[in-house]
T-cell receptor
């Protein structure tokens, strides 16, 4: 069964600090996909990144970086030099490959989210 | 922008009344989903669809039904609303289904439902 755990319910940092949001996942599949979404105070869900299980390269996009480690089943998200605009709820999610008899991946299973508050 | 709209965006209703939420997409995506978001639970899957008239249950499907008579519309119905169904409801589509290493879900703006 799939499971995603975001142990940090709320984090508060001062602007310009670095912050890491943790995500631990469980799956029996060897092929799976990990995602991060951002939900700002306005409420919409914004896709940030998708990672495939066969690609353990870390990814950097501006101030955002992601560390994928299969050995610890973790997919952590770091914001460098945080800004007030980064204040949001961040969700980690997991999807598995369906296999050759069905197309597409399984629906997403989400963690409960981490609320990040960046204080000016 | 994945071209997803949800209607209504806000609704207040009374316990026991039927409610239908609509998700409309303009880009001919085959796969569509309904999730609900509640404090302390994140997002949980209610129902999903792989195509017209092809639907399946998710984790929290009790009390909900869905229909998909056209590719562009995916309807979620609460047959008899209860206070426990007060929530924010999100519709989503999958881009690039079948291209497993590119498939990504994009979400609509959400519908905030209050059942009194």
């Amino acid at each position: 069964a799939q499971k995603v755990t975001q142990a940090q319910t709320e984090i508060s940092v001062v602007e310009k600090e670095d912050v890491t949001l943790d995500c631990v996942y469980e799956t029996r599949d060897t092929t799976y996909y990990l995602f991060w979404y951002k939900q700002p105070p306005s409420g919409e869900l914004v896709f940030l990144i998708r990672r495939n299980s066969f690609d353990e390269q870390n990814e950097i996009s501006g101030r955002y970086s992601w560390n994928f480690q299969k050995s610890t089943s973790s997919f952590n998200f770091t914001i460098t030099a945080s800004q007030v605009v980064d204040s949001a709820v961040y969700f980690c999610a997991l999807s598995e490959a369906r296999g050759i008899t069905k197309s597409g991946n399984t629906p997403l299973v989400f963690g409960k989210g981490t609320r990040l508050s960046v204080i000016a | 922008d994945a071209g997803i709209t949800q209607s209504p965006r806000h609704k207040v209703t009374e316990t026991g009344t039927p409610v239908t939420l609509r998700c409309h997409q303009t880009e001919n995506h085959r796969y569509m989903y309904w999730y609900r978001q509640d404090p302390g639970h994140g997002l949980r899957l209610i129902h999903y669809s792989y195509g017209v008239k092809d639907t399946d249950k998710g984790e929290v499907s009790d009390g909900y039904s869905v229909s998909r008579s056209k590719t562009e519309d995916f309807l979620l119905t609460l047959e008899s609303a209860t206070s426990s169904q007060t929530s924010v409801y999100f519709c989503a589509i999958s881009s690039n289904p079948g291209q497993a290493n590119r498939e990504t879900q994009y979400f609509g703006p959400g519908t905030r439902l209050l059942v009194l």
